[in-house]
């Protein structure tokens, strides 16, 4: 799954239930309710290894009702290598719901002229709603429609469905929760807590099933600059360390 | 309460009136309708009941000038509530609005939200000595008429190879003219999928027409019908026909039978065909006399013969067609119902007569059923009113050619129920011999059909702390005898929780576990049955901020355990969306659902809205994913229209279902359309 942010990767990988800034542009409805521009990079080394590694850059500009954003991933090294690139628009429909649609271009790639690069464009989309002040309930779907390559094996690019919530325990506590069902493999259970200080500094914990990830994390806030360091533990595999960078203006 | 109060509270209500008004009626019915077909294991909804519901809903009951047959065979009304109702109005005058009834003893905010769609609250017409004559009647009225078309954009096997002798779509039509509740007169015509039309067999059109003219509080005759109806009387063990309430969580264990009532539109058997007539004889008894004959399709044996009936109104193929009216069912009978006070009686005897002998074909679990001609059916309900308490009872007994010495042939049902408040209580037992033997009788049970069956049940609705209400039922069943599918006498249990809250008057979450442990054949093993357990879990969100925007959010998982077998899973996430604009007349629904089911007993069943008189209800099995759009646009304030469009993506095969119907596809699309018109 690509990053969403270290706050969301501490977490669990939550990102549905998500409200800061650099987590709500993934989850794409969520930028409607951003107030200021965002500007976001984050890193990621899956279990240590460059081949499996991410880099994201994400950017954010609320437009009256709504939102755009446009998000930028990299995923891989020259032997292999994925890209996706979003573009967004996102509006509140009213005070308490938001919808966001996103364009998505997907490129991968080896190194071995054998195979050619595969090009795709497909879609996603995302709804959040907030019932009370204290909750939000989201969902998103990457690639809704399982729009398929078109190679000699019509390869359909899986499609993921995010359904989870946040919720502000306390003043100082949020829990979220999220259910994840990608059309490859079975369902998986994600849950993070998250503890801030006077909202400048967070201390965040999550796990996730299938596989069983244990994840941490820490976020500090600096004036308009966001910074947020996690990993992500796989029993067998190991630690995969993500760090984000975000820029509020 | 004085009016000044009452006023003040309807005025400070107003806000949260309009935020209950956008409360999920429309989900509440879709979440009682999962549960029928969960219970009863179904794709296929009762016509009946939704067409009870849609015609309710067009012509909605005044809650201040209204009797009981209009809200109580409704499944979550019960007499207390009806009782309370009535004593509210008639201590502090006509109601003002919705938020008034949760003064009301029993009237929960489910309740409410239910009745919403159904009823209207208006100031009582003032009385009239004079009864409109059959003219006043005729020329006075409304006339409605609905179409309705069904497009597949894949075609199945059976068109591919002529299998189907008519085309993919599907049409149905709709007339009633309708005085008040006083006269309401219908014809309505249907042609399924494969069906000809104006064609071969099908010379005059649609394959299926229907229609009746119903009459009531006519002097003496309380109602009267000509052409298609049902018959409704008792706990539903002599005699009830079409729709059988459902048992709902919260709800009424004890029907309330309405006697002679109207028959589906688009209902193809299962309904009576001829007169009946509903007459006061007394102050307190009535009497209904009524009389049947119909052609049935049946499985012919040579030409003086049929092995069963035929319950799907498919006539597609050349087999098909030849089981169309080979039989001919005559019904005669009557009923005689006594209410005073809290007491209710009633005797119901009719008999069955077909012009060819039914012979089934002998299986194991065939001993004891009806063979020949002829079958009586004769038996008595009871219930009493005893404060907060309703008991109740029916005994019926059959008589036929093919009677079985050793076994009586009787079902009989005893149960009490009670309410108090926003809390009520059921439980009931039951015994239905394997010989009895009726053709049109709907039970309370596991079963649909009136045998060979014995249980034990109860449910109980309460209000737990922090305002979650909580729905808690149990049911403990056996079988006698055999059955399809399992090859010797079985047991079996099912438990139901579920609980729910209304956060906010705009906000809901429910949780719902439900368990079925039952017994059938194994796969592996000739003849040996083995135990089946089924669970499934269930959490809703819905939302409706305002009335425009609502949405609901569901996770569904089920497992499915059998004996030596692998366990199945079943999994669901779905989104809705509904949006409906206070400036134009338009709703639009669309649904995004993601499902991985691993075999059909995992399967997963999920209400979809749908255009009006239609319905869907998809048991999700498979990998994949579904869609629909759902639009509807009042072009003016009696000219509606409709169109749905739906898409079901595999990801685990390249052709969808079997047989005829098999489409060599990995994916389904279907458009429908609807035109209403009102005049």
């Known amino acids: ?249 | 309460m004085n009016k000044l109060f009452r006023c003040l509270l309807f005025i400070c209500c107003l806000g949260i009136g309009a935020s209950l008004q956008a409360q999920t009626d429309e989900l509440l019915w879709q979440d009682y309708f999962e549960q029928w077909m969960e219970q009863n294991e179904s794709e296929e909804i009762d016509e009946e009941v939704f067409e009870m519901i849609e015609n309710l809903k067009d012509n909605p009951v005044n809650l201040n000038d209204t009797s009981s047959e209009m809200l109580l065979p409704l499944p979550f009304m019960t007499p207390f509530k009806w009782e309370a109702l009535k004593a509210y109005i008639r201590q502090n005058g006509s109601l003002y609005s919705y938020t008034e009834l949760s003064l009301v003893r029993g009237f929960d905010a489910t309740t409410v939200a239910l009745l919403r769609p159904l009823t209207i609250i208006a100031p009582v017409p003032a009385a009239t000595h004079n009864q409109p004559n059959l003219k006043y009647m005729l020329t006075h009225g409304r006339s409605s008429f609905i179409t309705s078309s069904r497009i597949p954009l894949q075609r199945a096997k059976g068109y591919q190879d002529s299998s189907y002798c008519g085309s993919p779509f599907g049409w149905n039509f709709r007339y009633q003219y309708r005085y008040s509740n006083r006269l309401i007169i219908q014809f309505s015509g249907d042609k399924d999928a494969g069906e000809q039309f104006f064609g071969g067999v099908q010379k005059q059109g649609f394959d299926y027409y229907g229609g009746y003219a119903m009459v009531n509080d006519w002097g003496i005759v309380k109602r009267a019908v000509v052409g298609k109806y049902q018959l409704q009387f008792g706990q539903g063990l002599t005699l009830w026909s079409g729709s059988a309430p459902w048992q709902m969580d919260g709800g009424s264990v004890w029907r309330y039978s309405t006697g002679i009532h109207s028959s589906s539109a688009f209902c193809e058997y299962g309904y009576f065909q001829g007169a009946a007539a509903t007459l006061k004889v007394g102050k307190y008894t009535e009497l209904t006399p009524f009389f049947s004959y119909h052609q049935c399709d049946a499985t012919p044996i040579g030409d003086s013969m049929v092995t069963s009936l035929y319950y799907s109104g498919y006539h597609r193929t050349i087999t098909e067609r030849n089981k169309i009216d080979q039989v001919g069912e005559r019904v005669f009978g009557a009923n005689i119902h006594y209410q005073r006070d809290h007491l209710s009686m009633g005797f119901t005897g009719y008999l069955t007569h077909f012009n060819k002998p039914l012979q089934p074909t002998p299986t194991l679990y065939n001993y004891g059923i009806f063979q020949g001609q002829q079958n009586a059916n004769i038996g008595a309900d009871i219930s009493y009113r005893l404060g907060d308490w309703i008991l109740f009872g029916e005994m019926a007994f059959s008589h036929s050619d093919s009677m079985v010495a050793d076994l009586l042939p009787v079902a009989s049902l005893v149960g009490a129920q009670f309410f108090q408040g926003n809390s009520s209580f059921n439980c009931y037992y039951r015994y239905y011999s394997p010989t009895y033997h009726n053709f049109h009788a709907s039970p309370l049970g596991q079963n649909a059909k009136c045998e060979n069956e014995q249980g034990f049940g109860m449910n109980l609705h309460t209000q737990l702390p922090y305002h979650i209400q909580a729905d808690i039922s149990s049911d403990i069943f056996q079988y006698p005898w055999f059955r399809s599918r399992c090859y010797g006498p079985s047991v079996g249990s099912e438990y139901k929780v579920r609980l729910f809250k209304e956060v906010s008057n705009a906000f809901r979450v429910d949780v719902q576990y439900r368990y079925k442990a039952s017994q059938r054949n194994r796969k592996e093993v000739l003849y040996k049955i083995g135990d089946t357990q089924r669970q499934q879990f269930q959490i809703n969100a819905s939302y409706a901020p305002d009335p425009s925007w609502h949405l609901q959010t569901r996770i569904a998982y089920t497992l499915f355990n059998e004996e030596k077998r692998v366990a199945e899973h079943g999994f669901l996430i779905c989104q809705d969306l509904s949006y409906s604009p206070t400036s134009i007349p338009l709703t639009l629904t669309a649904r995004y659902a993601l499902f991985e089911v691993d075999d059909y007993d995992a399967r997963i069943y999920s209400y979809e809205n749908d255009l009006v008189y239609e319905f869907s209800t998809p048991a999700y099995n498979g990998q994949g994913y579904r869609f629909y759009l759902l639009l509807k646009y009042d072009v003016t304030e009696d000219i509606k229209l409709g169109f749905k469009y739906g898409r079901t993506q595999y990801f685990d095969r390249d052709v969808i279902g079997s047989g005829h119907d098999a489409i060599q596809s990995d994916h389904k699309d279907e458009l429908k359309v609807q035109l209403r018109v009102l005049f």
Request: proline share 6%; net charge negative; aromatic share 12%.
């Open chain 1, 1 to 249: 799954m690509p990053p969403i942010g270290g706050a969301g990767m501490s977490l669990g990988g939550v990102s549905v239930g998500l409200s800061d800034p650099y987590g709500s542009i993934h989850n794409l409805a969520g930028a409607a309710f951003l107030s200021q521009k965002v500007l976001g990079v984050s890193m990621q080394q899956t279990y240590l290894n460059a081949a499996f590694s991410y880099q994201n850059c994400a950017f954010a500009l609320p437009a009256g009702t709504g939102s755009w954003t446009l998000d930028y991933t990299h995923y891989g090294n020259v032997d292999y290598h994925e890209q996706k690139a979003q573009l967004g628009y996102s509006i509140a429909l009213c005070p308490q719901i938001a919808l966001g649609v996103g364009l998505d271009y997907l490129q991968s790639g080896t190194s071995d002229p054998y195979y050619p690069n595969q090009n795709l464009v497909t879609f996603s989309t995302g709804i959040q709603y907030r019932p009370t002040h204290k909750l939000i309930i989201g969902a998103h779907v990457f690639n809704p429609a399982a729009i398929a390559m078109n190679t000699d094996l019509p390869t359909r690019i899986p499609t993921r469905f995010n359904v989870g919530l946040g919720y502000e325990l306390c003043e100082e506590l949020n829990g979220y929760l999220e259910v994840e069902k990608h059309s490859s493999y079975p369902c998986r259970l994600r849950m993070g807590v998250a503890y801030n200080y006077d909202e400048i500094f967070w201390a965040r914990a999550g796990f996730a099933t299938a596989p069983t990830l244990y994840s941490f994390g820490l976020g500090y806030r600096l004036n308009h600059i966001m910074i947020d360091l996690s990993a992500q533990v796989h029993t067998l595999v190991g630690i995969s360390p993500h760090v984000s960078l975000s820029y509020l203006f």
